[in-house]
């Protein structure tokens, strides 16, 4: 167990439709990062947050948002759902004073029918 | 921005050889360099790391070893078993250790490995 946690585990939704997946960092790691990752495109990073603040931004879609909360959890909006969308999607959390040593939750399956 | 090419895509070895997979990298600024194992299904374990500065790192039978000229490094695992099999992804990033920076990692396309027994 990485200390990152992840909920749904499991979402199916349908074409159009938006979805919130939410990430609860390891105690004390004030870094969360989103990861999606498909067959075709492998492990992608999408965004990272750091206290709050948007750090980095990778390859996410528009449709796309996230933020982090007071609270350091983070949640990861998907909106106007498309089939391409279906994947595993990971957050990690980085420990803090390391060079970016990231643990990562058990990820969120997304299926889009 | 920084590419991880990862060889071999597949890799088949039998229980108590060893196995290598290799990555390269593109961004000479990339300063941390971690392996991942990651079973079916389930979440990518981080199984060894090796930073910029140092040239081998060893934990039991895993071993990485990195090159900064050459910009490439590789992942070691001797005397295999059957619970090694997994699929084992490279990734770099730009860390550091000033909390808050961007160290996303650039990952791999991973390697299958198989060990039979």
């Known amino acids: 167990d990485s200390g990152v946690t992840q909920t749904p585990k499991h979402l199916i939704t349908a074409t159009g439709q938006r979805v919130t997946l939410r990430c609860s960092p390891r105690?004390?790691?004030?870094?969360v990062y989103w990861y999606q990752q498909s067959l075709d495109q492998g492990l992608q990073f999408l965004i990272q947050?750091?206290?709050?603040?948007?750090?980095a931004k990778g390859n996410i879609l528009e449709r796309f948002s996230a933020q982090q909360f007071p609270d350091l959890h983070s949640e990861l909006n998907l909106s106007s759902l498309e089939l391409g969308d279906s994947a595993l999607y990971f957050c990690?959390?980085?420990?803090?004073?390391?060079?970016?040593?990231?643990?990562f939750g058990p990820g969120t399956r997304l299926t889009v029918t | 921005g920084e590419n991880v090419e990862q060889h071999p895509s597949t890799l088949s070895v039998q229980e108590g050889d060893s196995a290598v997979i290799k990555c390269t990298y593109s961004d000479s600024a990339s300063n941390y360099f971690p392996w991942y194992k990651q079973e079916l299904g389930k979440r990518p374990q981080l199984i060894i790391d090796i930073r910029s500065n140092v040239g081998e790192k060893k934990d039991q039978r895993i071993a990485v070893t990195l090159n900064k000229t050459a910009k490439h490094f590789s992942l070691h695992i001797t005397e295999t078993q059957p619970e090694d099999s997994a699929v084992y992804f490279c990734a770099a990033s730009m860390g550091s250790y000033y909390g808050g920076s961007q160290g996303n990692l650039i990952f791999g396309k991973g390697t299958k490995l198989s060990v039979k027994p």
């Open positions: 947050y750091y206290n709050g603040e948007e750090r």
């Open positions: 990690a959390s980085s420990v803090e004073g390391t060079l970016g040593e990231q643990y």
């Open positions: 105690s004390g790691d004030l870094s």
